[in-house]
């Protein structure tokens, strides 16, 4: 005889599904969320581009029709995009329907330090995005997705092309800020030395280093054109550093104590690294050190942002982020060993190695 009577089975799920078929629809939702994700950075590329975050704080907490006539956008789409956004805490919506800042929507803002605005700006653009279709070439051919994309390298990309340069140093100054001072203030300098930032951009990393300990010095080495934007001619830096132009495969500056290395390795392969090592050991002094800052990736299942920048890295270049082992091996084949590992508050490592007699 049938009877309505809940089973164990089903008693706690009206529905009739049990537990493993609930365990399953939710590892399809939250797979079909992962595989849509391409949404994510554009709708916060779209937020950043018209402002958003900036128009909330300058008028307080506003409806999406009310943004939208700040903004001379369509209201309907703009409202889908924000509330898909406050879905991941960037932004929240009220019960009146305005939206209001969050901690992560004012780090967006032109003015927030670390400017982010830029960085999300840069990971939006096409010159970004393009290269992630082609991945799976990548993984077949080893080609970066970039090459396939666009018939050249990353980097004679932005040299060609003044926009997407511009674009590139702005996000990547953003990005190197949360690095920079989280650096000056988990390494301790030797007192009064004079360290050589190589390939250091405009100087962000010199800058927060010297700003932070009073009795360094500095020497900013890049390309010529990139030195030449550099971001330390402020009175509090007067008469400690200087710029010198070159090319970071061939030599490197004469006569400094600490060689530091950010963000540049993970650019190039693993011998075209060598290289830049061994330039930079023929001009470091024995009792010198070489320090690398990088994401140092862990060997274990857990979430890591160097895992997902090295992902990104597959697609635009040759280099990668790089284990520990990793580093010790690249170290050995250019002049140098592994002394420590020390953490920063970023997602970055400063990796610390001495010079090693030939």
């Not at 554009?42 to 300058?58: G, K, N, Q, S, W």
């Not at 932005?158 to 190197?176: C, I, K, Q, R, Y």
Request: hydrophobic letters at 40%; a negative charge.
């Amino acid at each position: 005889m049938a009877t309505d009577r809940p089973t164990p089975e089903n008693a706690e799920h009206p529905d009739g599904a049990d537990a493993a078929q609930q365990a399953q629809l939710r590892q399809a939702a939250q797979l079909i969320e992962a595989i849509m994700g391409q949404l994510y950075p554009a709708a916060l590329h779209t937020a950043v581009r018209f402002r958003i975050p900036d128009l909330l704080a300058e008028h307080g907490p506003r409806t999406a029709g009310q943004l939208a006539a700040l903004a001379d956008l369509k209201e309907p789409n703009l409202y889908r995009i924000l509330r898909y956004l406050a879905t991941r805490e960037i932004f929240r919506e009220d019960e009146q329907g305005r939206f209001h800042l969050t901690p992560m929507a004012e780090a967006l803002r032109a003015d927030a330090q670390p400017p982010l605005r830029d960085f999300a700006m840069l990971l939006g653009d096409e010159m970004f995005w393009h290269p992630t279709i082609h991945l799976h070439e990548t993984v077949r051919t080893g080609t970066p997705g970039f090459e396939t994309a666009y018939g050249k390298t990353f980097f004679q990309h932005l040299s060609e092309v003044p926009e997407a340069a511009a674009t590139f140093d702005a996000g990547m100054a953003g990005f190197s800020d949360l690095v920079n001072h989280a650096v000056a203030a988990s390494y301790a300098f030797p007192p009064g030395a004079t360290l050589a930032d190589i390939g250091g951009g405009r100087g962000g990393l010199l800058r927060a280093l010297l700003t932070a300990d009073p009795v360094l010095n500095g020497v900013l080495y890049d390309l010529e054109h990139v030195v030449a934007g550099h971001r330390l001619d402020v009175p509090e830096l007067k008469g400690r550093w200087r710029t010198e132009a070159g090319d970071f495969f061939t030599s490197v500056p004469e006569g400094c104590d600490v060689h530091l290395i950010k963000h540049v390795l993970h650019d190039w392969s693993d011998e075209d690294s060598a290289r830049i090592l061994r330039a930079s050991r023929r001009a470091l002094p024995d009792h010198g050190r070489l320090l690398v800052v990088d994401a140092v990736l862990p060997r274990d299942n857990a979430p890591h942002p160097g895992k997902t920048i090295d992902g990104l890295m597959m697609t635009l270049l040759e280099g990668k982020e790089r284990t520990r082992e990793q580093f010790e091996e690249l170290f050995a084949r250019s002049g140098y060993r592994l002394t420590r590992i020390v953490p920063t508050p970023s997602f970055a490592c400063v990796v610390e190695a001495e010079p090693v007699a030939p």
